[in-house]
T-cell receptor, first 114, second 116 residues
Framework: DGGITQSPKYLFRKEGQNVTLSCEQN?????MYWYRQDPGQGLRLIYY???????QKGDIAEGYSVSREKKESFPLTVTSAQKNPTAFYLC?????????????FGQGTRLTVV | AQKITQTQPGMFVQEKEAVTLDCTYD???????LFWYKQPSSGEMIFLIY????DQQNATEGRYSLNFQKARKSANLVISASQLGDSAMYFC?????????????WGAGTKLIIKP
């Protein structure tokens, strides 16, 4: 089955630690995105990538980093510079640009700082 | 300023009734698109329906329809004959911008609970 797989589903981070969230898709989509979701708020874009080896900052990129070495994979690293990382993180992909066609989402990773 | 406003934080609806979820938007871009997504408790976002700013007719997808009132800048989602499985968070989102650098702007969501 084609889709987007995010792992892990739950992740706990200690203060000052970097953690990496995985996102893999087998839909052959060019574009991939990372969103952050906080309670009572809509999604906010962290980073997006239109093609391999290229990515752009979204609205809240500070404290995060990404790579796009393969079309299928777009991992997100939450660095120690991100002061409030506790949130729900969603990865998505689409054929075209961010809003050109529907996006397909993974099931999310819930990150908690302990 | 909020570009996408969903004024209903939560709604309770009796099973089999129709439900309307409100969404108003603000943009000066003549070309834009409006999306509705459903987020069940499992967490993933599921695309429901899309309306382009130049589309002449309201979009429909099965039990979902979009009541698009351009002059009022509203794009309400209508779910006919609601089912228990419709209980979820619902998000309205707007695409604005041109070229390959579209931006999606999301509302805060409405939590819909269908009562048996």
């Amino acid at each position: 089955d084609g889709g987007i797989t995010q792992s892990p589903k739950y992740l706990f981070r200690k203060e000052g630690q970097n953690v990496t969230l995985s996102c893999e898709q087998n839909l052959n989509h060019d574009a991939m995105y990372w969103y952050r979701q906080d309670p009572g708020q809509g999604l906010r874009l962290i980073y997006y990538s239109q093609i391999v080896n290229d990515f752009q900052k979204g609205d809240i990129a500070e404290g995060y980093s990404v790579s796009r070495e393969k079309k299928e994979s777009f991992p997100l690293t939450v660095t120690s510079a991100q002061k409030n990382p506790t949130a729900f993180y969603l990865c998505a992909s689409s054929i075209g640009g961010q809003g050109a066609l529907e996006a397909f989402f993974g099931q999310g990773t819930r990150l908690t700082v302990v | 300023a909020q570009k996408i406003t969903q004024t209903q934080p939560g709604m309770f609806v009796q099973e089999k009734e129709a439900v309307t979820l409100d969404c108003t938007y603000d943009t000066s871009d003549p070309s834009y698109g409006l999306f509705w997504y459903k987020q069940p408790s499992s967490g993933e976002m599921i695309f429901l329906i899309y309306q382009g700013s130049y589309d002449q007719q309201n979009a429909t997808e099965g039990r979902y329809s979009l009541n698009f009132q351009k002059a009022r800048k509203s794009a309400n989602l209508v779910i006919s004959a609601s089912q228990l499985g419709d209980s979820a968070m619902y998000f309205c989102a707007m695409r604005e911008g041109m070229g390959s650098n579209y931006q999606l702007i999301w509302g805060a969501g409405t939590k819909l609970i269908i009562k048996p």
